[in-house]
């Protein structure tokens, strides 16, 4: 009865999410043949929902809502960790914190690709919406939020690895996490690199202009797409070292799989670089086609790496049982972490998301023609949008509370640690 009511659950709030998301995307996106002269009596029901945007933003925030709900079952996991008197109950959370990190940093790999078909829809659909998006007055949120999503694979990745303390084997793994957090970081600041910068009329002449004569190459699409691409692929490499960690495969061609595991990411990683370095010498209608195939090599290297993986995996020697609950305490600031960049990052970018469509209700059909029809400043939006996250959290603490006094009398520990399967 309960796993039938969860499913149940997931199902209605994904059917209620996509009847909410044709609203949205037919006031962003409506289909070409509706125009103001069109009688609203004469527009079919489904042409209106299967607007341009309607599948792409389903996707879009169908991927979100995974990486989310990963994102609090791992913040109350943290919180009860950080809150437990005994080694079995913190072994059960830190059990529990290990499962929620892994679905929100899983979804959040292939969030990007949803998108990058996200934003170009919107494109096709009107590239004045797409500028304004990416490269008018919201623009400075895409920087903000190349930050906040760098938050999300630092916080992410480090969990990972500061667990790999407690697997047993995990230490031969250890010195490849400091070129890891080589990638991470560069790519952070080169996809947080703004492409104009904001400066005084001194500073501008000293540049030559308003753009710099090194930043600026990496503030365009080509270096931030080759750095996006660089921290998944890196990502995806701490998941399966940690994957790893604790067996020994004995198939007779585990040396032979490792070595094709190892050229596909060299492959993918070369594909993402040539096609990032050669975007600068095309023009931006090629360069925005090169995305796909970047996109392209880097989901190609995940499915196929994973898929030699589990193969290799078949039989494996284990090399010692995960010892859960010892993990130190500042692991679980991490899944807080994640938790709060995530909800932030959510309302930043729904405001983008809505706010493109400026002074009109239904893009180019109906406009708002009120005194107050105007798009909030960047700055008024975000103390709203951090507000509202900070009520939000607020009350998603109040549950963590309410949860926790109702399991203080119902736990009941076990002599065994929580199994789980890498």
Sequence with gaps: MHWCLGILLNIWGTAVMFIADSWLTYMMTRPRDITPETSPASI?????????????????????????????????????????????????????????????????????????????????????????????????????????????????NYYLWVGMGRIPGAERFRPYTKWLLVVLVLGALVWGTPHTMIADSRELAAMGGSHHPLLGAL????????????????????????????????????????????????????????????????????????????????????????????????????????????MPPRSQYALFILAVTFTWLMGLMGFARSGIRQHWHVWQVMQDTTPYAATPALGYAAIMISTCVLIFLSLVGFIFWLGGLAEKSTFVPSTEAPHVGH
């Design 219 to 326: 503030g365009v699409m080509s270096a931030k797409n080759t750095a996006v691409n660089l921290m998944i692929l890196s990502t995806f490499l701490s998941f399966l070292l940690y994957r790893r960690a604790n067996i020994r495969q004995v198939v007779p061609w585990a040396k032979t799989g490792t070595r094709i595991q190892a050229a596909m990411f060299v492959i993918a990683a070369g594909v993402v670089l040539f096609f990032g370095i050669r975007g600068y010498f095309v023009e931006a209608i090629v360069r925005i086609g090169y995305s796909v195939y970047q996109v392209g090599a880097v989901l190609a290297c995940i499915v196929f790496v994973t898929v030699i993986d589990v193969l290799m995996a078949r039989g494996a020697q284990s090399l010692g049982a995960i010892q859960w609950g010892k």
């Design 44 to 156: 079919k029901l489904w042409h209106a929902i299967l607007n341009h945007t309607w599948m792409p933003i389903n996707i879009h925030r169908l991927i979100g809502n995974v990486v989310f709900g990963g994102a609090i079952v791992g913040a109350y996991a943290s919180y009860r960790f950080l809150a437990a008197k005994t080694d079995e109950e913190r072994a059960h959370y830190d059990w529990m914190g290990y499962v929620g990190n892994f679905i929100a940093i899983s979804a959040l790999i292939v969030l990007p690709f949803a998108g990058y078909w996200l934003g170009r829809e919107i494109y096709q659909y009107d590239q004045s919406m797409g500028i304004t998006m990416m490269g008018g007055f919201m623009s400075w949120l895409w920087v903000i939020q190349a930050f906040l999503i760098a938050v999300l694979f630092l916080a992410g």
